[in-house]
Structure formats: structure tokens, C-alpha cells
């Protein structure tokens, strides 16, 4: 079993969501960015999103493209990227990680070469926002063979003419783009969501992570309440930047627990 | 090379052409970049929606241009006879506003009641913010901070035609970023707003799109110069930043074997110098703003700032058509530098009484280095794509007169 697959398994048997967190590879610095990425599974985080920098990120907001040109800026890359999660891998080798980024970068790295030496590094999925089903084709065979995940999105423009299409050949988990726009700008509406994944549990038996516009601790327990798991990224990605650099991984891991409280507490309150 | 029956016949109904194009964009925008393709593929056969993009382009936008030829032009280089297809002619002033009106039609077919749009040199915009106002839709135009410096009197035009100016500050200010900045407000509002691309660019099926709405330029070309010569040119040239002009002018054409073309780059301070906008000469096939082409980017994929005195070349891509048509060596592509630019004005603004726009320019010093080695038939036909006015600050600090 993949380890997206037993953390998921592991999550169903505790009757909880999972947190996933997104944080930004080489944001601010290399050292921080470690320090920061190393901490989350104590911190709370059952999946990690680790963000491959990009340029042009077009599907983000200002948080995370700020983030992304600051881990530029600071010399990180694809490369730099996976290093990082290698170094990560050395202390822990049961939390998910899974790279989410543009295509262009893996494209000039080599879609085949950027699968294996991101299995290598210990990856587990990819998400890659600008290869819709449409144009995967020229990834996903490398993805399988290197034993990753590609994992789709739904949006609110998804519908069920649509779903197939975006099921077929997805694995992993299926990532629900919960607003209109671009990461971390709306906030999700729990109804609207909640609505989404009553209708993708009956197309799809991969679990269901919520992402884009969950900000809080009640946010993302309102989320919890019904998806599998919930992603927070802009929020996490904001706080590298709130106080000191040398800081910036003790902000990150102290919303990550508040998050994480939040989000095992869900159930529990509902049943309550 | 597999020997293809025709030049015309792309892209694919995936949207590429070779290997080129595609549609890498979000999903979140997928069903609806599907949904334009369906709209534009109904409007394409509906002969009331050329009928009434004709009647627009004839009475408003004023077309066709003229084709003129250049008599004092063609005697100051003393070769090849050059005439200059007077797309500056046009209503607002360049080319775009051809696309701009094929596509509005389009977005009220659609039931859109917003527009919004990217632009560089401001050219696109204003087209974008006249065609709005000329119907009645909201218009939000999304320009880089270091654009909107360098082209103030575009960005107050747009702004008295009713339009909203965003200044994008992410990123380098420039037109990949307006384009970033327009995607992700299109993301944001997918239900109401239709985005008007401004170049042969982006997802399918805007390149193929801009291209048939562009092409009216070639048509007219290839009427006009039967009319006067009884012949097709030997030669067709055009500057290109992201290309609509070009493939506008070369589109109807790529099946003459006989007719070549030369389509001319930004080369900036110099294509050796890093500082320059030739995406096919200094670039390599990547992916950005939905599509597959030549972009200018470092060793890891990100995109590298283009370098231009024009505003309107000043594009890290290139429409992936002109990529594939690199490729295959239907189109042969060369540059020019920002003096050769400015050179090419002053000899225009001289010798025919035409301020052109500093991207055709561009296209304009390629015909000044090649006309005077060709015989005197030899027939030239220059896509005038721009008039200058609006570069006339520019070139006064280039020159050191301050206006």
C-alpha cells in the first residue's frame, strides 16, 4: 500500500479528516524552509503539499506567489526542491508528501527524469494546476511507472459531464478546489462544499481533500466535518513572513497545531 | 518531415499544432475554455456572424486598409518594390482591433457581460476598451506597473473610453504578469466574463482564433496586390512580440510556395546580450499561459524578463503556430535591435510621412537591410501593424528631446 493510501486508511479507521499542509520548498531560505518542513508531521500535519517554485504561478494568489519568488530569490529550485524533501525523508519516512506545481519547470527538468528522481527524493503524489486530463497524457505514464500519484482537481466548474473525465486515470485522492479563484483569496462556503462531496463519494471511492480558501482553525473544521481531509496553504505560507526569517518555522508549526486541534476535534463536536 | 498537403490546415481539434499549443490551463477554467471553443466553432459556420463582423470591420473599423506602395521608400533603399499593408489605418490604430471585434461579437453570442484583457503596449487594450464601449460591457484591462509608466497616453485613452486599468505590480511588472493577472481574475469569475487575449496566444482555441480574425489582413493583401502587380509578392515581413499580426498577414498565404516570409523579433539591446524579446531564436519549447512554444526561461524552467524599447514585443512567448511554423521552416525568423528600431523609424517618418508604431518598426529595419541587395521587381509586402503616436515619448527620450 502507497503510503497516501495507508495514511488515508489510517485516518477512515480513526473516524477523523486528515490536515493536509502546503508549504513552499526553499521559502524563505533553505535552512528555514527545512526547518519548517521537517516540523510539520509533530506539529499535526497528516499530508504534506510541498510547493515546487514557479515563476508564473497563474492559479495562485499573492500569498503563495510571493512565497514562490521569495524561495526563487533565495536560489531554490526544482532541483534544490527535491533535496529538500530528501534531507526530509532521512527523519521521516511514514508522513505523505505530495509535490504540487506548474508544468514547465518538470517539463525542462524531463517528465520522466523529475517522476523517478522525485520518487527517489521520497515523493508520494504529484499535483500539477496547469496539466488539466486534456494534456496529462505526456506525464502520467512516468508518474505510474515511478510508482506516484497524479492527482486531479475538481472545481466548482466540474460537473458531472466533466467528472469522468477528470476521474479517469486519477489516484491518490481527489483534490476539491473548493472556490471560484485563485489560493487563498474567498473563503469556502461549508454548504456549497459539503454538496460537492456528496456528489463526488458517489463517482469516486479515492478520499476527498478540500483546498483553496480554508484560513482558520473553525474553517477548517467545518471542512473536516465531511471531506476526507482539508488543505491549508496561504495561511501557512503568510506566517514565513509575519515576524523574523529565523522565526518563520515556529509560526508555521504553531498554526499548523491550531489547524490540526481544529480539525481532529471536528467530528468529535459534531457527534457531541 | 512527414510532406503535409497544406500549411492551413492546424491546429489538430486538440488544439496543437505539431507539438505546439494545447490547453494547459487550470481546471477550473477548463470547461470554460471548451465552452469558447464550442462558441466560436457555431459562430465560425454561422454566416450572420461573419455578416455582422464584416459589416463592423467595413464601417467601423474602417476596413480594408490600404495596401500602399511605397514609391520614396523603395527609391531611398533602392532595391526591392516595397508596399506597406496600412493596418495603422485602422480605428484605434493598430491591428488588434480586428481580433478585438470578432471576439466581442463572440462573448455577446456567449451571454458574457464582462471583458477583460491583457496588454503590453496598451495597443490591445485600447481596442479592447473601444469595442466595450462601443457595446455597452464592463472592460477591466489588466497592464503591468512598468508598462503603465512607459505608456501613459494608452492607458488615459483607456481610461476615457470607459474601461478600468489594473496595474499589475507581481512578478516584473510586464506583460506575462498582465496575463497571469487577467487568468487568475478569469478563474475568479468564469460565470459573467469573457477574456479577450490579445495575440495569437494562450489556450486553444484563442490561437487559432485571433489567427481567423487576423487573417482578414492577408486576405485583403493577397486582393490588393493581384489588383496592382497581377501577382502575389515574393516576399511578406512583420514584426512579432506574440505574433497576431504576423500570422494575420501570413495566414492565407502559408500554401504559395513562392511566397516567403521573414517575421522579425525584438532583439532588444542584442540577441548575444541576454537582453532581448526572441522567443524562437533565444529561447526553447516550454509551457506558460495555457500553451506549448518557444519562451524565454533559465535552466529551470522559469521565465526568464523579455527586453524591448517596444512595449508590444515585449513577451517572454511566442504563439505556438509561429513555433511549429519555425519548426518546419515554412517562415524563416530574424530580429532586429532596438537602434535598428528607432533607425527604421526616423527612415519612415522621412521618406513616406508615416510615423509607424515602434513594433512594426522592428519589421521595418529587416526590409531596410534586405531591399537594397533585391532586384527592383522583386515585390515586398510590409505589415504596417501600428501607427507611432503613441511611442512619440519614447523616442523623444531615445533621442534626448524632451517633450
Redesign the interface.
Known sequence: MSRLAGRFAELAKEGRAGLVTYVMAGDPDAAQAQAILDGLPAAGADVIELGLPFSDPMADGPAIQAAALRALKAGASTRSALGQLKKFREKDQTTPVVLMGYYNPIYIYGAEKFCKDAAAAGADGLIVVDLPPEEDAELRPYAKTAGLDLVRLATPTTDDKRLPIVLEGASGFLYYVAVLGVTGTRSAVTDEVSAAVARFRKTTKLPIAVGFGIKTPDGAAAIARNADACVVGSALVQQVIEGPAAEAAGRVHGLVKALAGAVRAARAKRTA | MTQLNSYRSGPDE?GHFGIFG???????????ILEVERAYTAARKDPSFQKELDYYLAHYVGRPSPLWLAERLTKALGGAKIYLKRDELNHTGAHKINSCMGQILLAQRMGKKRIIAETGAGQHGVATATVCALFGLSCTVYMGATDIARQAPNVFRMKLLGAEVKPVT??TGTL??A??EA??DW?????NTYYIIGTVAGPHPYPMMVRDFQSVIGRETREQIMGFEGRLPDKLIACIGGGSNAMGLFHPFLDDKDVAMDAVEAAGLGLDTGKHAASLQGGRP?????N?TY?L?N?????DEAHSISAGLDYPGIGPEHSWLHEIKRVNYVAATDDDAIEAFKLLSRTEGILPALEPAHALAHVARIAPKLPKDYLIVMNLCGRGDKDIFTIGERLGVKL
Open positions: 486538440r494545447g490547453r494547459y490551463v487550470s481546471e477550473t477554467l477548463m470547461p470554460l507581481s512578478g506575462k504578469d496575463m497571469n487568468l487568475r478563474v475568479a469569475n468564469v460565470e516550454g509551457v506558460l499561459h495555457g506549448r519562451l526561461m535552466e529551470d524552467g522559469q521565465i
